[in-house]
Nanobody, 120 residues
Framework: QVQVVESGGGLVQAGGSLRLSCAASGGIFSINAMQWYRQAPGKQRELVAG???????DYVSSVKGRFTISRASAKNTMYLQMNSLKPEDTAVYYC??????????????WGQGTQVTVSS
């Protein structure tokens, strides 16, 4: 019902930048919040950044000052601008839709993930 697709991952040198995109679809009327998670192999998934319907943002301490999350109000889209990338940022990045309201109810949904690799 609720579909989530991430894009924009790739290979970048340390100090470089990437912008990740997330697009949600499926008859969505509104979304309470959108979040970016990341997961390295064998590690637990961690919350990196989030943005609420009111525009409030928050970040994990390790990315503050380097990453910026944003949301397009006219579309169910979200971005993560990643600057000054470090090798420890290497992970699969996932978009999570929190509280997507459709005709059938309220849903949380995950994207399939996009790989970010930062070389030293």
């Amino acid at each position: 019902q609720v579909q989530v697709v991430e894009s924009g991952g790739g290979l970048v040198q340390a100090g470089g930048s990437l912008r990740l995109s997330c697009a949600a679809s499926g008859g969505i009327f509104s979304i309470n919040a959108m979040q970016w998670y990341r997961q390295a192999p064998g590690k637990q998934r961690e919350l990196v950044a989030g943005i609420t319907s009111g525009g409030s943002t928050d970040y994990v301490s390790s990315v503050k000052g380097r990453f910026t999350i944003s949301r397009a109000s006219a579309k169910n889209t979200m971005y993560l601008q990643m600057n000054s990338l470090k090798p420890e940022d290497t992970a699969v990045y996932y978009c999570k839709i929190v509280g997507a309201y459709t005709q059938l109810g309220k849903y949380d949904s995950w994207g399939q993930g996009t790989q970010v690799t930062v070389s030293s």
